[in-house]
């Protein structure tokens, strides 16, 4: 936890002044590092999905696994309320093009049914099995990052 001295009442109403004037940068650059440690994460299990351009049941088409890496990534921090977040998922289209889907196929209707299976699909949580990896070294790496802004600001 960080800790900081004040010699006085004073002072130590500056230093609360400075920290609620700029945690908000603090707590952006801390979620982003904890998010960044998922994404790694992520990305790795994506990496080892089973390609079988054969038959779909056991893995994914090459294609299909291209889009997922392309498309993976990080939101832009939302504000809602007293909370901060981002939101790791996927985007756009791979370059699987069928009948329903003549622009390809949507990247996160592919890893949804890779995470939780369909009815011609095996289930692969891959993005349970990367966030339950990382959980505590993203939280150790948040607190660190935070800790260390704190002293910053308050310096």
């Not at 609620?20 to 299990?45: F, M, Q």
């Not at 699987?96 to 592919?110: R, V």
């Amino acid at each position: 936890m960080a800790t900081w001295y004040f010699k006085g009442i004073d002072e130590y109403l500056i230093q609360l002044e400075k920290l609620k004037a700029n945690t908000g940068p603090a707590i952006g650059k801390a979620i982003y590092e904890g998010a960044g440690l998922v994404a790694k994460e992520v990305a790795a299990e994506i990496q080892k999905l089973p390609v079988n351009n054969q038959h779909q049941k056991d893995g994914i088409t090459s294609v299909q696994k291209a889009g997922l890496i392309e498309g993976f990534g990080i939101s832009h921090a939302q504000t809602e309320g007293f909370f901060r977040h981002v939101k790791l998922g996927f985007d756009g289209y791979n370059k699987q093009y069928t009948d329903n889907y003549p622009q390809g196929q949507p990247n996160s209707m592919i890893a949804r049914s890779i995470n939780s299976g369909t009815s011609f699909r095996k289930k692969n949580p891959f993005v349970d099995r990367a966030t339950r990896r990382s959980k505590k070294a993203c939280e150790v790496r948040m607190t660190e990052i935070f800790e260390k802004e704190i002293v910053q600001i308050i310096n």
